[in-house]
């Protein structure tokens, strides 16, 4: 299993662009999320989802758009890109069992808005 | 979700154990203690959880206090690839909360040789 998988790895874009950041998991995972770390902060919630075509807002979702139309994948974009959006951005997925879980993270995507 | 509260740095010396603190006083009954650790610019990797009893699998150990108002993660022979920020995290049971992990600023751990 390659696990959770996050294209690309590295991205700049300028004020105003919009882009998509891919996550996609090969263990038939139901719950999928994107996270964000700041600079020498915790990860924080941008939105997740419980399953294919159901989606939620975690703590921080103004700016992003995600949908899960498969349950392998799950995009996250950017509309309109501001450099406060510039961070380190986290996929990661886990199954539904109960109350407990193993969240399982990607490498991250490292985005620059100039 | 209950907040948690951890020391911002430690220090350890390789080969001995490291013991980071977490207090979660405000946990309610229904409510996991999860430990996750991120080493530098890596994703987060799980490390183990507990309800009320004490947890030990290969990485750590996670004992929980009685009142369950605070825990600690033992990492019982550090090395330095243990360096990295640890994350203590309260989380309540059920679909609801599936998928979604509140992190705070965790506790840097720096395993010295």
């Known amino acids: ?114 | 979700d209950a907040k948690t509260t951890q020391p911002t740095s430690m220090d350890c010396a390789e080969g001995r154990a490291a013991n980071l603190p977490c207090n979660h006083s405000t946990i309610s009954g229904n409510e996991y203690v999860y430990w996750y650790r991120q080493i530098h610019s890596q994703g987060p990797q799980y490390i183990i959880h507990g309800l009320k009893n004490n947890e030990t699998n290969e990485m750590a150990s996670l004992i929980i206090t009685e009142d369950r108002k605070s825990s600690t993660l033992i990492l019982p022979h550090a090395t330095l690839r243990d360096t990295a920020v640890y994350y203590c995290i309260v989380r309540g049971m059920g679909s609801g909360n599936t998928g979604k992990l509140i992190f705070g600023q965790g506790t840097t751990l720096q395993v010295k040789p």
């Open chain 1, 1 to 114: 299993n390659a696990g959770v998988t996050q294209t690309p790895k590295f991205q700049v874009l300028k004020t105003g662009q919009s882009m998509t950041l891919q996550c996609a998991q090969d263990m038939n995972h139901e719950y999928m999320s994107w996270y964000r770390q700041d600079p020498g902060m915790g990860l924080r919630l941008i939105h997740y989802s419980v399953g294919a075509g159901i989606t939620d807002q975690g703590e921080v979702p103004n700016g992003y758009n995600v949908s899960r139309s498969t349950t392998e994948d799950f995009p996250l974009r950017l509309l309109s890109a501001a450099p406060s959006q510039t961070s380190v951005y986290f996929c990661a997925s886990s199954t539904a069992s109960g109350g407990y879980n193993e969240q399982f993270f990607g490498p991250g995507t490292r985005l620059t808005v100039l």
